[in-house]
């Protein structure tokens, strides 16, 4: 581990234009579980995918997604961002790190600090009514799931936040590959790579690829210049930023 993280310091200390990739790994640390892994939202049984996630069924019965958002929501009286994302506000404060990539859907990026932030599967800080468009903000959503369990515009329209559901296009993708082709060094960073399309994203990066994740990534170990099978913060607590 030691001869790892000298290397990955070097790599850094020597990089201009850092890229991270972050799932959700980098989170879970905070209290926020993951979709696909052993005791994540999916496997719990606790949400069905399709009814939870799936926007022509949101359309026709919003319940099982209002009962995820109030479960979700509940979750940021307590959370707060992991060294694994204050790592990353502060590699991109000091000019190294110019974007973060990410899967996840709650904020905790920019929580940290990050400002150059491309969800490409949305996120919950906004939301509109997708019958008039109008918008609400995270304090609504949060204060109105919370009193009444469902989010309802004054319109009466149903009110979703700005997430990628089943059935929508992804965000940010054309921007994000962009951003990986021009970096000398991505970090992947809590995911497995198994869902595409940003899976697709350190194939077409030039620099090195380092991966920190715990258990197994779907990318060929040839190709990864570092590997951690660790857990975030034990890696990045020994780095210099």
């Known amino acids: 581990m030691k001869k790892k993280i000298e290397t990955l310091q070097k790599a850094i200390d020597e990089s201009n234009y850092i890229v991270a990739l972050t799932g959700a790994g980098i989170s879970t640390g905070a209290g926020i579980p993951d979709f696909r892994g052993k ?9 069905d995918p399709y009814k939870t996630f799936d926007f022509s069924y949101f359309k026709k019965d919003p ?5 995820f958002t109030k479960d979700f929501t509940g979750l940021y009286d307590n959370i707060v961002p992991t060294e ?4 990353l506000a502060g590699l991109e404060e000091k000019g190294k790190l110019k974007t973060v990539i990410t899967q996840n859907i709650d904020g905790l990026h920019q929580m940290a600090g990050s400002k ?11 939301c509109h009514c997708i019958k008039c468009r109008k918008f609400y903000d995270f304090n609504w959503l949060k204060e109105e799931i919370a009193k009444t369990e469902e989010l309802r515009c004054s319109c009466r329209g149903l009110v979703k936040p700005d997430i990628v559901f089943f059935g929508e296009a992804v965000e940010g993708m054309e921007e994000a590959m962009k951003e990986a082709v021009k970096s000398d060094l991505f970090l992947v960073m809590g995911s497995s790579l198994t869902v595409q399309p940003a899976s697709l994203l350190p ?7 380092v991966v ?3 258990g197994e990534v ?4 040839k190709k990864i ?9 034990s890696v990045v607590k020994n780095l210099k930023i």
């Open 218 to 221: 779907m990318f060929p170990e």
């Open 225 to 233: 210049y570092i590997n951690f099978d660790s857990d975030i913060d």
């Open 116 to 126: 150059h932030v491309i969800e490409v599967h949305g996120g919950f800080s906004t």
């Open 63 to 67: 319940s099982y997604f209002f009962k």
């Open 212 to 214: 920190i994740n715990m």
């Open 39 to 47: 005791g994540g939202i999916y496997s719990t049984g606790l949400y």
């Open 84 to 87: 694994g994302h204050k790592f």
């Open 203 to 209: 194939h077409v990066t030039g620099g090195k690829i």
